[in-house]
T-cell receptor
Framework: DAKTTQPPSMDCAEGRAANLPCNHS???????VYWYRQIHSQGPQYIIH???NNETNEMASLIITEDRKSSTLILPHATLRDTAVYYC????????????FGKGTRLHILP | DAGVIQSPRHEVTEMGQEVTLRCKPI?????LFWYRQTMMRGLELLIY????????DSGMPEDRFSAKMPNASFSTLKIQPSEPRDSAVYFC????????????FGDGTRLSIL
């Protein structure tokens, strides 16, 4: 029972911002939004997470709508190395030790 | 800092043989997770441990699969006997205590059962 909905694939030109959407319309008040990515032949890699405020780190920015029913992961200047499957996950602290991965979005960065 | 270390990286064996996959979590991490990834089913959680104690093994496919964590720095996932449908990439991950903490994954073991 997936809690999130993501497009199966997206393209983005190298050097442009990649904006990856995620719908989580049934998110609860105490659930966080997490993003991971998986580059081919590697294990998933944590990117960022947030509750309701926008978050930024060295890898990406996370924009969460005011009603928290959707979010967008932004890679500000995409490079070919950002080609990967990106997973959006919702998870509640102190309840969900485990992560349930959906199918994610396959992001292709085009040269 | 060393990340999660898995061995072997690749394993090819004949069906019926015992397979043992190994994982060394990040030092100080309280949780350890075993996942399996296939094209058909994606990334599935098999079992996870908290402070070396198995918490949830509901994802373990059947009795042929077993996992142990004898100490905080080592875990094994064993398949006996192995079958061709067990072919997959198996990942181990670890995290600190606190469900807010991200999981850190190893590079996986690519298992092929002939």
């Amino acid at each position: 029972d997936a809690k999130t909905t993501q497009p199966p694939s997206m393209d983005c030109a190298e050097g442009r911002a990649a904006n990856l959407p995620c719908n989580h319309s049934t998110i609860s008040g105490n659930e966080y939004v997490y993003w991971y990515r998986q580059i081919h032949s590697q294990g998933p890699q944590y990117i960022i997470h947030g509750l309701k405020n926008n978050e930024t780190n060295e890898m990406a920015s996370l924009i969460i709508t005011e009603d928290r029913k959707s979010s967008t992961l932004i890679l500000p200047h995409a490079t070919l190395r950002d080609t990967a499957v990106y997973y959006c996950i919702v998870r509640a602290p102190f309840r969900d030790d485990k992560i349930i991965f959906g199918k994610g979005t396959r992001l292709h960065i085009l040269p | 800092d060393a990340g999660v270390i898995q061995s072997p990286r690749h394993e090819v064996t004949e069906m019926g043989q015992e397979v043992t996959l190994r994982c060394k979590p990040i030092s100080g991490h309280d949780y350890l997770f075993w996942y399996r990834q296939t094209m058909m089913r994606g990334l599935e959680l098999l079992i996870y441990f908290n402070n070396n104690v198995p918490i949830d093994d509901s994802g373990m496919p059947e009795d042929r699969f077993s996992a142990k964590m004898p100490n905080a720095s080592f875990s094994t996932l064993k398949i006996q006997p192995s079958e061709p449908r067990d072919s997959a990439v198996y990942f181990c991950a670890s995290s600190l205590f606190g469900s807010n903490q991200p999981q850190h994954f190893g590079d996986g073991t690519r298992l092929s059962i002939l």
